[in-house]
T-cell receptor, first 106, second 115 residues
Framework: GEDVEQSLFLSVREGDSSVINCTYT??????LYWYKQEPGAGLQLLTY?????DMKQDQRLTVLLNKKDKHLSLRIADTQTGDSAIYFC??????FGDGTTLTVKP | DTAVSQTPKYLVTQMGNDKSIKCEQN?????MYWYKQDSKKFLKIMFS???????INETVPNRFSPKSPDKAHLNLHINSLELGDSAVYFC??????????????FGPGTRLTVL
């Protein structure tokens, strides 16, 4: 069946780059998504990438997609303390990863 | 204007009670969802409705009953609440169903605590 996997925790220092990785199994997904959940808040769509793209850049965010390996990553440049949150990778309507908790230390 | 709204935001109740959580979207979307996020922050889909018809019904106890009076509303009723039902419940909506091009818009969540 469909499955999305992410590592659960990532800790970086302020100013460093963060890379959150995700693997998925369903190769038919047209779009793959990254959602951000700040403490005590709901999910917020962060960015998405079309499946025929290898890379998408949006300000400090870079999404890389390796379709052959079914691997998706989210890179946050110059990570700030406000980036501390849980980041969910998702494909399709209902398949979410378990979320990666990003902690940014000053 | 809030795109997807849920009420209440917080709900604290005793075991065995029956409670409802309401969700409304003003985006004109055809599909709505309910997700449960447990204490470990794992997000799991529970139900999905498309044009008021049930599309997804994951392995959820039948104490949980979704009701969609119209396309803009999907309410979640829970009977005989148990301690394990404590979680944050998120409502979401998307334009259509079956297209992975559709972005889901999430509500702010309802934090349910069962004592």
């Amino acid at each position: 069946g469909e499955d999305v996997e992410q590592s659960l925790f990532l800790s970086v220092r302020e100013g460093d780059s963060s890379v959150i990785n995700c693997t998925y199994t369903d190769s038919s997904s047209t779009y793959l998504y990254w959602y951000k959940q700040e403490p005590g808040a709901g999910l917020q769509l962060l960015t998405y990438i079309f499946s025929n793209m290898d890379m998408k850049q949006d300000q400090r965010l870079t999404v890389l997609l390796n379709k052959k390996d079914k691997h998706l990553s989210l890179r946050i440049a110059d990570t700030q303390t406000g980036d501390s949150a849980i980041y969910f990778c998702a494909e399709g309507e209902s398949t979410f990863g378990d979320g990666t908790t990003l902690t940014v230390k000053p | 204007d809030t795109a997807v709204s849920q009420t209440p935001k917080y709900l604290v109740t005793q075991m065995g009670n029956d409670k409802s959580i309401k969700c409304e979207q003003n985006l004109g979307h055809d599909t709505m969802y309910w997700y449960k996020q447990d204490s470990k922050k794992f997000l799991k889909i529970m139900f999905s409705y498309n044009n008021k018809e049930l599309i997804i019904n994951e392995t959820v106890p039948n104490r949980f009953s979704p009701k969609s009076p119209d396309k803009a509303h999907l309410n979640l009723h829970i009977n005989s609440l148990e301690l394990g039902d404590s979680a944050v419940y998120f409502c979401a909506s998307s334009q259509d169903w079956g297209k992975s091009t559709d972005t889901q818009y999430f509500g702010p969540g309802t934090r349910l605590t069962v004592l």
